[in-house]
């Protein structure tokens, strides 16, 4: 079975600076893909970006882009110029690409706090 | 497009009761999926429905079912409530098991409180 750590529970910076928050998952599995959601205190699930494992290129969306290292099962979220609205819970999240399998495995969590 | 739509927002039920929660996917969307993330945890993968079949079933007991309608939207059902049922419930849509395009969008989720 898959699983996904996100080792940091807390994590801060200061508005306007870059911040990276970590993942690592297990897999035996050569094509899946990888997720960011932000969740805020509104709860709804937001989709921050999305790597496809069988792209050696790192997925970037504005701000926001991935550190993907596919043999070492690492997939960091580097958020830049960090903006209050980014004060949030982040997953990380993998799903398989098995046909019909939109399971998805989530990580436990990091919370982000933007500091003024 | 309006997106994900769930309904209760907010449910408050005894142990041993029944609970009903529905779910509207984002128009044009065929598949949907139901998560139950706990206080503190990430959400944890319930059941998947696709063309109104199950796709897909996580490691949770009988008591929860779920089915699909001819309109693509869903519920999931809860029976014999137990205290560990407390959670807030995610429902996903996608447009389907499609090797490269199915992302998931999700609702605001029902919070269920059982006491």
């Known amino acids: 079975a898959q699983t996904v750590t996100q080792s940091q529970p807390e994590m801060s910076v200061q508005e306007a600076e870059t911040v990276t928050l970590s993942c690592t998952y297990d897999?035996?599995?050569?094509?899946?893909?990888l997720f960011w959601y932000k969740q805020p205190p509104s709860r709804q699930m937001i989709l921050v970006i999305r790597?496809?494992?069988?792209?050696?290129q790192n997925a970037t969306e504005n701000r926001f882009s991935v550190n993907f290292q596919k043999a070492a099962k690492s997939f960091s979220l580097k958020i830049s110029d960090s903006q209050l609205g980014d004060a949030a819970m982040y997953f990380c999240?993998?799903?398989?690409?098995?046909?019909?399998?939109?399971?998805?495995?989530f990580g436990t969590g990091t919370r982000l706090t933007i500091i003024p | 497009d309006a997106g994900v739509t769930q309904s209760p927002t907010h449910l408050i039920k005894t142990r041993g009761q029944h609970v009903t929660l529905r779910c509207s996917p984002i128009?044009?969307?065929?598949?949907v999926s139901w998560y139950q993330q706990v206080l503190g945890q990430g959400p944890q993968f319930i059941f998947q429905?696709?063309?109104?079949?199950?796709?897909g079933r996580g490691n949770f007991p009988d008591r929860f079912s779920a089915r699909q309608f001819p309109n693509y939207s869903s519920e999931l059902n809860v029976n014999a409530l137990l205290l560990g049922d407390s959670a807030l419930y995610l429902c996903?849509?996608?447009?389907?098991?499609?090797?490269?395009?199915?992302?998931?969008?999700f609702g605001p989720g029902t919070r269920l409180t059982v006491l």
């Open positions: 897999t035996s599995e050569s094509d899946y893909y």
């Open positions: 999240a993998y799903r398989s690409n098995n046909f019909g399998n939109e399971k998805l495995t």
């Open positions: 996903a849509s996608s447009l389907g098991p499609n090797l490269n395009t199915d992302t998931q969008y």
């Open positions: 429905y696709y063309e109104k079949e199950e796709r």
């Open positions: 790597q496809e494992a069988y792209k050696q």
């Open positions: 128009s044009g969307h065929k598949s």
